[in-house]
């Protein structure tokens, strides 16, 4: 607690909810993942495409996004790519979570500077909660 803050006030801070964005296409997959993340304490917003999931990352100010590779309209490497060169979001912690498992997909998330790439065949949400919490702090 920061001397100025009154115990009720550093409470507020230690549980004020992580913001995560999630970038999925596929609505049964997203809405098992949504509920899982906001039952381990997280304020989840979901889009469905990567032009959303940019207006949505400089609007909600999420501290992690978690993004598909491969949507309608913008893919998940345009999105990180628009990400990492925008100012006001070029710092944002990104998880990429796709059915994406060649090494030249890996390659290309990696030079476009993504902090995670997970396969989604190869984990589980457990895996997935605990590299979020990894990337954030939490």
Do not use: C, W
Request: proline share 4%; hydrophobic share 45%.
């Amino acid at each position: 607690m920061e001397p100025t803050q009154t115990p009720a006030q550093a409470t507020d801070d230690a549980t004020k909810q992580k913001r995560i964005l999630f970038v999925e296409d596929d609505d049964a997959l997203a809405n098992v993942y949504i509920m899982r993340l906001q039952a381990e304490g997280f304020d989840v917003r979901r889009v469905a495409n990567g032009e959303d999931a940019l207006a949505t990352a400089i609007n909600y100010h999420p501290n992690l996004v978690l993004l598909d590779v491969m949507m309608p309209r913008v893919s998940g490497f345009d999105v990180l790519d628009i990400l990492r060169n925008t100012p006001e979001t070029s710092n944002l912690k990104v998880i990429m979570l796709t059915a994406l498992g060649q090494e030249s997909d890996k390659e290309r998330a990696r030079a476009l500077g993504v902090d995670d790439y997970l396969v989604k065949s190869q984990v589980v949400i457990a895996d997935v909660v605990d590299r979020i919490r990894q990337q954030i702090g939490k």
